[in-house]
């Protein structure tokens, strides 16, 4: 059986904690498996067993090899960093930061993916972290009647995403400004389930669908 040249497919779907982290890792790099067996200067059959065996224990020395391979720590690829925040390591020598450009911006927002929620109360902001997707320009997301999100119908809030890479010492962020509103037109509230790409992963019934509508959008990148 070959193995497909998109990066972001795998004749079987990975099974254990390192193959899903692999898998992931090199998938956003937007490496294939021979890309990244190659970097590590391992057969592509191996990586393919470390990807598809939930029992495979690869030593030290291979994991320090995927790690270099994939821009990436033996900490993250073995979840040592799970219940870590992100930017522990240190700073680097010579940090470089750049404001972004609106089309930057809009890129790095994507489609979707997971991000801060900025909420007025009465007893102070509360930032929340929402699953979300980038409809039509909107940023919608859905959440559950009377949950903390739901106080965002009618306010102005501040939508946040962003990416911190600990091994090399860099990443971006993206803020939004608009106003929430909750969407309860049922031809809009089709097409949003419709688009939508992933369900919130606190579960529960979630039917309320919130839109931010961006009028102001900034970003800003680290580079070394």
């Known amino acids: ?133 980038v409809v039509d320009g909107a940023i919608v997301f859905r959440t559950a009647a009377g949950s903390p999100a739901a106080p965002a119908d009618g306010r102005r809030v501040a939508f946040e995403v962003d990416r911190i890479d600990d091994a090399f010492s860099q990443g971006w962020s993206v803020l939004v400004r608009g106003v929430a509103r909750t969407v309860t037109d049922p031809e809009r509230r089709r097409r949003y389930a419709e688009r939508a790409h992933s369900r919130p992963w606190a579960g529960g019934v979630r039917e309320v669908w919130i839109r931010i509508e961006p009028d102001v959008v900034s970003g800003r990148r680290i580079t070394v």
């Open 1 to 133: 059986m070959t193995e497909r040249t998109s990066a972001h497919t795998t004749t079987e779907a990975p099974l254990g904690d390192l193959g899903r982290r692999l898998a992931t890792r090199r998938a956003r790099l937007g490496l294939t498996r021979g890309q990244t067996a190659a970097r590590a200067g391992m057969d592509a059959g191996y990586l393919r067993y470390l990807e598809e065996h939930p029992g495979a224990a690869p030593g030290t020395g291979v994991l320090h090899r995927l790690a270099d391979a994939l821009e990436t720590t033996v900490t993250e690829l073995t979840g040592g960093a799970l219940d870590t925040p992100p930017g522990s390591g240190r700073a680097a020598r010579e940090p470089r930061l750049t404001e972004l450009s609106a089309a930057e911006c809009q890129a790095l927002l994507g489609s979707h993916g997971v991000g801060r929620l900025a909420v007025p109360t009465g007893s102070g902001p509360e930032i929340l972290p929402v699953n979300y997707s």
